[in-house]
């Protein structure tokens, strides 16, 4: 492999080189991901309440349900892989793994309250 200038030490690239080429790490941007989860959660949570509170005809209580339901679902897998794939093989990897269950279990949470509430 041919190192742009710079790079590189006769031999082959080191993996700080290929960090250099790369750019930054991720590693340590776990507050960054689950800031934004919270916001897409939000996000969908108002696009919910709005559809069933101006639109009741055509977006039901029931169908209000499943679809915040649903979508909270996918995005914590999303939430959950992202954060896996920015911390793997790091030693960082495993320390996580309570804060993204709390962070999950609380929006869970957020959603049966929202669901008993609204939806009945």
Not at 39 to 68: E, K, N, Q, R
Not at 107 to 114: D, E, H
Request: aromatic fraction near 12%; proline fraction near 4%; charged fraction near 10%.
């Amino acid at each position: 492999m041919t190192l742009p200038k710079g790079f590189g030490s006769g031999g082959g690239a080191s993996s700080s080189d290929v960090s250099k080429m790369i750019g930054r790490r991720i590693e340590d941007h776990f507050g960054i991901i689950t800031g934004m989860f919270v916001a897409l959660w939000l996000g969908t949570w108002g696009g919910v309440a709005v559809a069933v509170t101006y639109y009741p005809w055509a977006y039901p209580p029931p169908s209000a349900h499943y679809a915040l339901t649903v979508l909270t679902i996918i995005e914590a897998i999303g939430y959950m892989l992202c954060v896996k794939v920015a911390t793997e093989g790091t030693s960082k990897a495993k320390t996580y793994n309570g804060a993204i269950a709390g962070v999950i279990a609380a929006i869970s949470v957020a959603v049966i309250l929202t669901d008993c509430f609204f939806f009945g």
